[in-house]
Each structure stands twice: as structure tokens, then as C-alpha cells.
């Protein structure tokens, strides 16, 4: 039971942010979660949740602003006294071939998947150190570990995410923090329901188990990872893929 | 979890806390282990109160075949079923290589390395005939960053990331998961063996600065045999205190 405890959930409104969420939440948690459009989506989620009785914020802002990471984990711990908890989920994709690709293209997904997991972190640590105790998790992904054609900037900020959950995991290890990544695979959200039907079959075929995942089956390894009990796990590499990675 | 299975090497150590969440837990073990662990297998029932009756020893060697499968074949009988299996029993006989002799070379690799494929193969046509089953491999950190004087152990453990990727992808689209926990060093009895010097040398590399309790690893094998956990494949889950990244 996470009674009484804060979790910061960014992009946490839809997808598999949403199923965290929704996971935490129910179980007793006060989940703060972040969206950065899409008003009225994080609006029923929210009505959604508050129905089946969780206790559920929505807080509008960019990752990829600093001052905005700030302002909403301020606005977080004035409210609810506290921040147990910080999910780093929020990404988007912008997919070209390299030569293809503009310098804007790499910047933008860089700045959202991986400098936006730096700003979050940079806005909750202090807090985290003073209490003694924490749990971040950054939503990687299988392909930080593989790459893949058309995904350079992808690609590359989720293997970022691992270099920079290892370091941060070291720096925090006799501070009761503790950071740790998961990578999914492909899981049945808005993100893979952009890939058109031929080339997602293709990603099935490639997949040992031959189906996608469920946003339940990554959400339910986050909860695990920031369980009191699992301090022990620093550091780690969690994958949760239908064997893709093989 | 109403669940049936083996842990093998499930009456000491991170074993037997595996053995106890599991039960706990309300799954049925069969506890499989050496002539000493019969006893060990009596006082960890002692401690376990309601859940003591789902737990049950079969003395049965590892390192070979014949016995792994006439183990599997016995619980099945019993059980109707096998939904889990837990490849945890291990030794070290540690020596570096210049003063490791071939005998000591087999005998690790045998229980540490052949055990798992030989308790694999004996359950494993159940488990394909009934369309699920979750397989959780132990490993170690020692698998991934070697260690002095473990040449033979690091092998083996080494091995067996090895063994569970390439059983995870044969049976992948047969509702069986396997995969591997890879420990740092873990307060037993395997660790209390070691030279005192080494196990502080230990202590002082890990990031936590502290030997991990064999409960925090029963908790990683508990996940992964969740019918739940059944996208999670493959996969090497480590648990180290942040020991090796
Ligand atoms: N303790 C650690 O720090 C650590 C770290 C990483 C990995 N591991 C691994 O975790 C597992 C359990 O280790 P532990 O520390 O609990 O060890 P342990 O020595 O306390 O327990 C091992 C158990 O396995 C049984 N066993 C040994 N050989 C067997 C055989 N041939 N057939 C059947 N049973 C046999 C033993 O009788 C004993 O009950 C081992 O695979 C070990 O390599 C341990």
C-alpha cells in the first residue's frame, strides 16, 4: 500500500504514464500527473480516477522546460507535503532516416526523452536528499538498447536515459534514492498505434511472443521498483519486451 | 498464488527466503535439495507456520540428469502440475586458475551451470503441453563482471544468462517465461564463507555499502513468476545495491 505517499508521473495522463498512474493511485498513492497538451484528455483521466476513488492531480507543463518542471514539482509539494515518487515517462517520436533528419528533429526528442528526465530530476533531488529517501524510474525503451531504422533521435535519447540513470543511481546510492530504468518493448499505446498496419506487423513478427505488450504489464514493474523493499535494486536495467531484445 | 513448483537448493540461503515468500504466498514448493538440506527443510517449516504444509522436500542432486527428471516426474504425479521452477541451488569452490584443478572446474559447472538445463529439460515438455509455466534462472553479479578466483563460477553463472535467453526464445510463443536474477553479494552462507577481508572489499565497492538480504532477491524471483509478469522474457533482472551497472 502506498497510503499517504506522493508519485510525479510525467506524461501521465495516457498511454503507459496513464496506466502507472492509474496503478499507483489505486493503490492509495496521490499521484501527480503531468501532461503537456491535451487538456481535455488529463481532464477525464482525472474525473476517471477521482470516480473509483484515487487521489489524482494533473498539472500542465513541458518537460523540456526547466522552469516549468520547477513550477510543477513547487506546485506538488506545496499541496501534497511530499514527493515519494518520480516517473520520468513523458516522450514523443519524430521518426526519419539520419539523412532525412533536421537538427531541429534531433533536438526536439532529445530534449523531451532525455534532457526532460534531467529537469525533473534536477527539480525533485534536493527534496529527495533531504528526506533521506526516493524512487525514480525512467521510462527507457528496447530501442535504446537495439536502435532502429528511422529512430536516431529515439534511439538515442533512451540510451541516454540508462547512462544517466546509472550515474545519478551512483551519486544517490547511500542516500536512500534509488534510480532505476525500465525498457519496454512495444506496448499497445497511441505511440505504436502510429505505425502503419504493415510495418507494425512486421514489428510483431519480430517479436519471440509474437504480440505487443499491455500498459499494465510495464506499469506493474514500476511499482515494483519503487516499493520500500526494493531498495537493494539501483541502478538496474528492467525489460519487459515479449523476448525482443534477444 | 495456489501455484506448484521447485526450488531447487530452496532450504538455505536466498533459497530457502524464496521458498518462504512463495509459500507464503499460498504456491505449493517442493524443496530440492542435498542430504543436509532435509533437516534445513524441516526448520524452515518450523518458521513458517500456516504455510509449512505447502512445503515438501525431495532430496535429489542437481548435477544430474536422471534424478532431475524423476524428481519432475514425481512432483507432477503428485501435483497434477508444475507451474514454476527455480534453478537457485549453487556452490563455489573457488581457487584462481593456476590452482583450480579440473575436478573443481566440473563440479561447479555441473551443479551451477548443467543443473539448470537438466531441471529445464525435465520439466520442460509439461510445461509446453499445458501451454504455460514461468522459469526464473539464479545468477550472479559475478556472471557479468567475472571475479578472482571464481574462474569456474563466473562461468557458470555467465552460462546460465546464456541458457535462460536461449530457452526464453525457444519457448517464447509457448506461454513459458524465463529468465535470470542476477545477486550482488548476499548475506548467506555462501558469502559468510568467504575470507572476511573479501566480503569487507565487497562491501566497500558496492555503492550501498552493504550485503543485500536474501529476502530482496526472493522478491525479484516472486515478480517474475507472477502469472502476471508473463510479457517479461529473457530478461536478466539484477539485484546488487547498484554494484555493477
Ligand atoms: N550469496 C550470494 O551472495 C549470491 C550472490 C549471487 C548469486 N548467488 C546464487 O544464489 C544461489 C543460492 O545461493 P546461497 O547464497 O543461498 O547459497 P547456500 O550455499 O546458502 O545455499 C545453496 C543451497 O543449494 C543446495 N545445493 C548445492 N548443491 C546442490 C546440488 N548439486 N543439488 C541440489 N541442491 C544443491 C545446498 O544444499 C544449499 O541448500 C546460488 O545459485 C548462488 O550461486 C548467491
Not at chain 1, 528496447?142 to 540513470?165: C, D, M, P, R
Not at chain 1, 547511500?174 to 534510480?179: A, D, F, H
Not at chain 1, 505504436?192 to 510495418?199: F, L, M, N
Not at chain 2, 559447472?109 to 501451454?131: C, D, I, Q
Request: charged share 20%; proline share 2%; with cysteine.
Amino acid at each position: 500500500m502506498l497510503k499517504g505517499r506522493v508519485a510525479i508521473v510525467t506524461g501521465g495522463t495516457r498511454g503507459i504514464g496513464g496506466a502507472i498512474s492509474s496503478l499507483l493511485a489505486k493503490d492509495g498513492a496521490h499521484v501527480a500527473a503531468g501532461y503537456s497538451k491535451g487538456e481535455e484528455t488529463a481532464r477525464k483521466f482525472k474525473e476517471g480516477l477521482e470516480k473509483g476513488g484515487s487521489s489524482i492531480s494533473v498539472h500542465q507543463g513541458r518537460v523540456d522546460d526547466p522552469t516549468d518542471c520547477q513550477r510543477v514539482v513547487q506546485e506538488v509539494i506545496d499541496k501534497f507535503g511530499r514527493v515519494d515518487f518520480l516517473i520520468n515517462n513523458a516522450g514523443i517520436t519524430i521518426d526519419k532516416t539520419v539523412r532525412k533528419m533536421n537538427a531541429d528533429e534531433w533536438h526536439q526528442v532529445l530534449a523531451v526523452n532525455l534532457f526532460g528526465a534531467f529537469h525533473m530530476t534536477k527539480a525533485v533531488l534536493e527534496h529527495m536528499i533531504e528526506r533521506g529517501s526516493g524512487r525514480i524510474v525512467n521510462i527507457s525503451s528496447v530501442i535504446g538498447e537495439t536502435g532502429n531504422i528511422g529512430q536516431a533521435n529515439y534511439a538515442a535519447s533512451k540510451a541516454g536515459l540508462f547512462g544517466f540513470s546509472k550515474s545519478l543511481a551512483l551519486e544517490m546510492a547511500q542516500r536512500g534514492i534509488t534510480v532505476n530504468c525500465v525498457a519496454p518493448g512495444f506496448i499497445e499505446t497511441e505511440m505504436v498505434a502510429a505505425i502503419p498496419k504493415a510495418a507494425l506487423d512486421k514489428v510483431i513478427e519480430r517479436i519471440p511472443q509474437r504480440r505487443l505488450g499491455k500498459p499494465d504489464e510495464v506499469a506493474r514493474l514500476v511499482r515494483f521498483l519503487i516499493d520500500d523493499d526494493s531498495s537493494y535494486v539501483t541502478g538496474a536495467v528492467y525489460t519487459v519486451n515479449g523476448g525482443l531484445d534477444m | 498464488m495456489g501455484r506448484v513448483g521447485i526450488v531447487t537448493g530452496g532450504a538455505r540461503g536466498i533459497g530457502a527466503a524464496i521458498t518462504s515468500l512463495l509459500a507464503e504466498d499460498g504456491a505449493s514448493v517442493v524443496v530440492m535439495g542435498l542430504p543436509p538440506d532435509r533437516e534445513r527443510t524441516e526448520a524452515l517449516r518450523a518458521s513458517l507456520n500456516g504455510a509449512a504444509k505447502r512445503v515438501h522436500f525431495r532430496e535429489g542432486n542437481v548435477a544430474h540428469y536422471d534424478v532431475c527428471k524423476g524428481i519432475a516426474d514425481e512432483v507432477r504425479a503428485q501435483y497434477g502440475q508444475i507451474d514454476f521452477l527455480v534453478n537457485n541451488a549453487g556452490i563455489t569452490a573457488d581457487h584462481t586458475i593456476r590452482n583450480m584443478t579440473v575436478e573443481e572446474w566440473q563440479a561447479v559447472l555441473a551443479v551451477n551451470l548443467s543443473g539448470p538445463f537438466f531441471m529445464t529439460k525435465a520439466v520442460l515438455e509439461h510445461m509446453v503441453e499445458r501451454n504455460y509455466g514461468r522459469i526464473v534462472n539464479i545468477s550472479s553479479v559475478v556472471g557479468h563482471t567475472g571475479n578472482f578466483g571464481q574462474a569456474n563460477y563466473a562461468s557458470a553463472k555467465a552460462g546460465v544468462m546464456g541458457l535462460t535467453k536461449t530457452v526464453a526464445l525457444e519457448v517464447a510463443s509457448r506461454g513459458i517465461t524465463v529468465n535470470a536474477v542476477a545477486p550482488g553479494f548476499i548475506n548467506t552462507d555462501m558469502v559468510a564463507a568467504m575470507p572476511k577481508a573479501a566480503v569487507e572489499a565487497a562491501i566497500q565497492k558496492s555503492p550501498e555499502r552493504r550485503l543485500g538480504q536474501p529476502e530482496e532477491v526472493a522478491r525479484v524471483v516472486r515478480f517474475l513468476l507472477d502469472e502476471s509478469s508473463g510479457y517479461i522474457t529473457g530478461a536478466v533482472y539484477d539485484v546488487n545495491g547498484g554494484l555493477y551497472m
